[in-house]
């Protein structure tokens, strides 16, 4: 079956430019995961979703991001005004639910470079 | 909080020696282990995972790994490595009362040498 899917593959975008970044989790997972990779933090947790709620938000490095997700599938994650140091490749995985440890299934990521 | 702890940033070795990659962790609940690889331009991959019972886990690609709770350790090794094993490994942790998010490690980049 389909895997998580994340789009753009790739942005380059320009300082204080907003963007927004997709992820399709696999059908019938519940819960949704954002973590970013950058070379000087390594692997970091943003944001989790259960359904379309968001419990945990502890990881979002600063109120320029956000995240929202609908019909317990698709999640979008924005960045306003974005900064250098938001480049990194940004991570979405989905489990079969959040009250457990499944595996996480991650998608293939989305690569952001900030100029 | 969790951490996690790899020891090694990165891991030369020749083709078909033994290898060990070091991963601790520190928490204050019980936690549940997980060794995951990224080969270079794509995401993680589920090497294996620890959530209970045998402290011995064996997972893909001939991997395993032993989970030490005195030592607070989750090292992953592998008898005989082959030039495909080249890629980054990532310990990691997450614990029931969080989601399940995962607290992850600095990775170790496994190089493997003919």
């Known amino acids: 079956g389909a895997g998580v899917s994340q789009s753009p593959s790739n942005k380059v975008t320009e300082k204080g430019k907003d963007v927004e970044l997709r992820c399709d989790p696999i059908s019938g997972h519940t819960a949704l995961y954002w973590y970013r990779q950058s070379l000087g933090q390594g692997l970091e947790f943003l944001i989790y979703?259960?359904?379309?709620?968001?419990?945990?938000k502890s990881g979002l490095p600063s109120d320029r991001f956000s995240a929202e997700r609908t019909g317990g599938s698709v999640s979008t994650l924005t960045i306003q005004r974005t900064q250098q140091e938001d480049s990194a490749v940004y991570l979405c995985?989905?489990?079969?639910?959040?009250?457990?440890?499944?595996?996480?299934?991650f998608g293939p990521g989305t690569r952001l470079t900030v100029t | 909080a969790q951490s996690v702890t790899q020891l090694d940033s990165q891991v030369p070795v020749f083709e078909e020696a033994p290898v060990e990659l070091r991963c601790n962790y520190s928490?204050?609940?019980?936690?549940?282990l997980f060794w995951y690889v990224q080969y270079p331009n794509q995401g993680l991959q589920l090497l294996l995972k620890y959530l209970s019972g045998s402290t011995l886990v064996k997972g893909i690609n001939g991997f395993e790994a032993e989970f030490n709770k005195s030592q607070t350790s989750f090292h992953l090794r592998k008898p005989s490595v082959h030039i495909s094993d080249t890629a980054e490994y990532f310990c990691?942790?997450?614990?029931?009362?969080?989601?399940?998010?995962?607290?992850f490690g600095g990775g170790t980049r496994l190089m493997v040498k003919p």
């Open positions: 990691a942790v997450s614990d029931n009362n969080a989601g399940n998010m995962l607290t």
């Open positions: 995985a989905s489990s079969p639910s959040g009250s457990d440890p499944y595996e996480q299934y």
């Open positions: 928490s204050s609940v019980s936690v549940y």
């Open positions: 979703f259960q359904g379309n709620s968001a419990p945990d």
